[in-house]
């Protein structure tokens, strides 16, 4: 089980009342670079930070403690369950980048907003990989399943969002105009070896040839 991994490396600003148990330092920021995430089943996900100017390691960040840049408008801020649709899925998670589409400019459907534009950087992606835990989680379930595609947003916070609540605009694939997806949610188990007619078991050749199960 994997509860924590580390992410890219990235530079970014921290709200300082996060620091204060948001009890003061509104309004004031702290350099500082992300170090990992970490994941909870039922809770948002959580960030350490390296802050450089302290030489100290702080951790259980919400996603709503960074921005991006500093000369944000606080009206356009949005709160937590806005940039991160989601609570976590499982406490196994991987963090990996879909190569085709980093850096790529996205726009996210936003909650009782509409779009608002960003930029890909990774992806969060949860599982049960522990056979021997009861699996007590949605991760594996085809329609609960969603990944968290990290970003940054125009409005200087980051985001975490599902597949479904994105648009991508690869260059050199994308045309001007797109259609409206009206696609279902994937709700199938797919599997390769449930046809009980045919058997493999009964030949150890290289070259084995498929057998039809006897009655």
Same mark, same amino acid.
């Given at each position: 089980?994997?509860?924590?991994?580390?992410?890219?490396?990235? &530079?970014?600003? =921290? !709200?300082?009342?996060?620091?204060?148990?948001?009890? $003061? #330092?509104? +309004?004031?920021?702290?350099?500082?670079? %992300?170090?990992?995430?970490?994941?909870?089943?039922?809770?948002?996900?959580?960030?350490?930070?390296?802050?450089?100017?302290?030489?100290?390691?702080?951790?259980?960040?919400?996603?709503?403690?960074?921005?991006?840049?500093?000369?944000?408008?606080?009206?356009?801020?949005?709160?937590?369950?806005?940039?991160?649709?989601?609570?976590?899925?499982?406490?196994?998670?991987?963090?990996?980048? &879909?190569?085709? =589409? !980093?850096?790529?400019?996205?726009?996210?459907?936003? $909650? #009782?907003? +509409?779009?608002?534009?960003?930029?890909? %950087?990774?992806?969060?992606?949860?599982?049960?990989?522990?056979?021997?835990?009861?699996?007590?989680?949605?991760?594996?379930?085809?329609?609960?399943?969603?990944?968290?595609?990290?970003?940054?947003?125009?409005?200087?916070?980051?985001?975490?969002?599902?597949?479904?609540?994105?648009?991508?605009?690869?260059?050199?694939?994308?045309?001007?105009?797109?259609?409206?997806?009206?696609?279902?949610?994937?709700?199938?188990?797919?599997?390769?070896?449930?046809?009980?007619?045919?058997?493999? +078991?009964?030949?150890?050749?290289?070259?084995?040839?498929?057998?039809?199960?006897?009655?």
């Amino acid at each position: 089980m994997q509860f924590v991994a580390n992410i890219p490396y990235i &530079k970014c600003y =921290l !709200k300082k009342e996060y620091l204060y148990d948001l009890e $003061k #330092g509104h +309004g004031e920021f702290e350099e500082c670079v %992300l170090l990992s995430v970490k994941s909870m089943q039922g809770r948002a996900l959580m960030f350490e930070a390296y802050l450089p100017q302290y030489g100290a390691c702080y951790d259980k960040f919400p996603l709503s403690a960074f921005v991006w840049k500093k000369d944000i408008k606080e009206e356009e801020q949005l709160p937590l369950n806005v940039i991160e649709l989601w609570e976590e899925f499982s406490y196994d998670i991987q963090v990996w980048t &879909k190569r085709l =589409l !980093k850096n790529c400019d996205v726009d996210i459907v936003i $909650k #009782g907003k +509409g779009k608002m534009s960003g930029e890909y %950087l990774f992806t969060i992606d949860s599982c049960h990989s522990d056979p021997n835990m009861i699996n007590i989680g949605p991760s594996e379930v085809p329609a609960e399943h969603k990944q968290f595609n990290f970003g940054k947003l125009n409005n200087g916070q980051f985001f975490a969002q599902p597949n479904n609540r994105m648009l991508w605009y690869e260059q050199s694939l994308t045309p001007s105009e797109l259609k409206r997806p009206d696609f279902k949610v994937s709700t199938k188990y797919f599997f390769c070896e449930q046809d009980s007619k045919w058997v493999f +078991g009964d030949s150890d050749d290289y070259f084995y040839e498929e057998v039809e199960r006897k009655e």
